[in-house]
C-alpha cells in the first residue's frame, strides 16, 4: 500500500488521483511510503519515472470461431493495434467476438473514440459539455473494421472512464450486449 507520494499522505485518494500524483517527467524522481504485506514499518522507496510500454490488447481464438480480446488500457496506440487485430481475426473466420474491458481503468479520449468507431457505423460516441454549457461532440469515425461482427462486451467494477464511455456507446447503438 502506497501510504505517501513525495511527503504527501495519500489517505482519501482515488487511483486516479494517485496516478497522476506518481506520474511526472521521465527521468524525474519520486518518493514513496510503501507498506509492504506482512511487515512491520512501512519503507521508502525512491524511483526514477520511465516510459513504460503496456501490452494494451491481448486475444485469442476460442472454439466456436469466436475471439476473445482484452483490452487493458486506452493507450496511444491501442485502436492501431486493435485495428491489425480485427483484420487478422477476420482472415481467421472469426464469427463473433468477446471484448473484455474488465479491470480496464481506461485511457486517452482520441483513442476511446477511434476504438469506438471500429464498432461503430455513424453516430455520437460521446459529448461532453464544460461549465459554461458549451456542448462538444465526439462522432464515430468512419470505415470500422468491425462495424458487423457480433459483439458481447465484459465489464466489472473496474471498468472505469474509457471502458465506460465505450461499452456506453456500444450499448446506445445497439451495437453490442453488455455483460457485467
Given at each position: 500500500?502506497?501510504?505517501?507520494?513525495?511527503?504527501?499522505?495519500?489517505?482519501?485518494?482515488?487511483?486516479?488521483?494517485?496516478?497522476i500524483?506518481?506520474?511526472?517527467?521521465?527521468?524525474?524522481?519520486?518518493?514513496?511510503?510503501?507498506?509492504?504485506?506482512?511487515?512491520?514499518?512501512?519503507?521508502?522507496i525512491?524511483?526514477?519515472?520511465?516510459?513504460?510500454?503496456?501490452?494494451?490488447?491481448?486475444?485469442?481464438?476460442?472454439?466456436?470461431?469466436?475471439?476473445?480480446?482484452?483490452?487493458?488500457?486506452?493507450?496511444?496506440?491501442?485502436?492501431?493495434?486493435?485495428?491489425?487485430?480485427?483484420?487478422?481475426?477476420?482472415?481467421?473466420?472469426?464469427?463473433?467476438?468477446?471484448?473484455?474491458?474488465?479491470?480496464?481503468?481506461?485511457g486517452?479520449?482520441?483513442?476511446?473514440?477511434?476504438?469506438?468507431?471500429?464498432?461503430?457505423?455513424?453516430?455520437?460516441?460521446?459529448y461532453?459539455?464544460?461549465?459554461?454549457?458549451?456542448?462538444t461532440?465526439y462522432?464515430?469515425?468512419?470505415?470500422?473494421?468491425?462495424?458487423?461482427?457480433?459483439?458481447?462486451?465484459?465489464?466489472?467494477?473496474?471498468s472505469?472512464?474509457?471502458?465506460?464511455?465505450?461499452?456506453?456507446?456500444?450499448?446506445?447503438?445497439?451495437?453490442?450486449?453488455?455483460?457485467?
Amino acid at each position: 500500500v502506497i501510504l505517501e507520494v513525495d511527503g504527501a499522505s495519500t489517505e482519501g485518494w482515488s487511483l486516479i488521483e494517485s496516478v497522476i500524483k506518481i506520474r511526472g517527467p521521465e527521468d524525474s524522481t519520486v518518493r514513496l511510503l510503501v507498506q509492504h504485506k506482512n511487515a512491520g514499518e512501512p519503507v521508502f522507496i525512491e524511483i526514477v519515472r520511465s516510459v513504460i510500454e503496456l501490452e494494451s490488447i491481448s486475444w485469442e481464438m476460442l472454439p466456436g470461431e469466436i475471439v476473445y480480446v482484452e483490452l487493458s488500457t486506452f493507450a496511444d496506440n491501442t485502436d492501431e493495434i486493435l485495428v491489425d487485430a480485427i483484420k487478422e481475426i477476420g482472415e481467421l473466420g472469426a464469427q463473433g467476438m468477446v471484448l473484455d474491458l474488465r479491470n480496464n481503468l481506461g485511457g486517452l479520449l482520441a483513442t476511446t473514440i477511434n476504438v469506438a468507431s471500429q464498432f461503430l457505423n455513424d453516430g455520437l460516441v460521446l459529448y461532453a459539455v464544460d461549465g459554461d454549457g458549451h456542448r462538444t461532440d465526439y462522432k464515430v469515425k468512419s470505415d470500422g473494421v468491425a462495424q458487423n461482427i457480433p459483439l458481447v462486451v465484459l465489464v466489472n467494477q473496474f471498468s472505469a472512464s474509457a471502458s465506460e464511455v465505450l461499452s456506453g456507446a456500444l450499448q446506445d447503438h445497439e451495437r453490442a450486449i453488455i455483460i457485467g
